[in-house]
């Protein structure tokens, strides 16, 4: 029992690190955050922070591994590829996925850390970008290549087409705090209910990839295949969850 307490407190202690840590990032950027304040938000001693983590720039780095999400993308592909979803089938898979992974806004942390790597000049973001974001931004655009291929889709430019589903699904998302207080908030999220952007977003892709003179019909996935990406999404939102401080 005493072993057990033990395991509990420690990363109890380790979670409200990296939520201190996060809003310190958030408050102060990179370089202005200071151990010492991190330590005071988190309520541990500042010895703690090099047990777990051995430096500012490592526990920085977890806590933006957990923002982006760092394990989505090798989880994506290893539960969907039992599936061999045609290309059609597997550009709504994605959609279902992506739509509802965002749904509900995104940390308005994760802007201001972003925000201030711009500001500071940092060559992190670049790093970030290209480990945790840039990966997910390709997987999508090869089925959306599959598709042209297969003579299924048909567009221009697959990679400015996967740039305009993430702009859109993102910035709903992100600027949901943004509106509040403004005569469009309401028209936006309250009037509009998550399954009327989710129908909006799909109807929006689908019709942009139709080819000319072509049918291309929605696909409805299978049950099994919409309970497998709850589940994935359910198990991702909780590793990403921040203790309240």
């Known amino acids: 029992m005493r072993k057990a307490y033990i395991v509990t407190d420690k990363l109890l202690s380790r979670e409200r690190l990296l939520s201190a840590a996060k809003r310190e990032f958030a408050e102060c950027g990179y370089e202005g955050s200071r151990l010492g304040s991190i330590a005071r938000k988190a309520g541990v001693n500042q010895a703690l922070i ?3 983590f051995r430096s500012k720039e490592q526990l920085y780095h977890e806590v933006v591994r957990r923002l982006f999400g760092a394990d ?3 989880d994506l592909q290893a539960r969907f590829g ?7 089938e597997g550009l709504m898979a994605a959609l279902y996925f ?3 992974f965002h ?6 942390d994760f802007n201001k850390i972003v925000a201030r790597e711009i500001a500071e000049g940092r060559e992190n973001i670049k790093s970030l970008l290209n480990t945790y974001f840039v990966p997910r931004i390709e997987a999508l655009e090869e089925i959306i290549k599959s598709g042209v291929q297969a003579g299924v889709f048909e567009t221009s430019n697959t990679l400015l087409t996967v740039l305009n589903i993430v702009s859109l699904v993102i910035s709903y998302e992100a600027n949901r705090e943004h509106y509040k207080d403004t005569p469009l908030f309401n028209r936006l999220y309250g009037k509009l209910s998550h399954g009327d952007f989710f129908d909006f977003v799909v ?3 689908f019709k942009a990839l139709r080819p000319e003179g072509k049918v291309l019909k929605v696909p409805v996935l299978p049950d099994g295949l919409t309970v497998m990406i709850d589940a994935v999404i359910k198990e991702l939102k909780q590793r990403q969850r921040w203790l309240e401080l």
């Open 98 to 100: 992506f739509v509802n």
């Open 50 to 52: 090099h047990y777990y």
């Open 72 to 74: 989505v993308t090798d």
């Open 203 to 205: 109807e929006h892709v």
């Open 103 to 108: 749904h509900g806004g995104i940390d308005p």
């Open 82 to 88: 039992p599936w061999a979803l045609a290309p059609a």
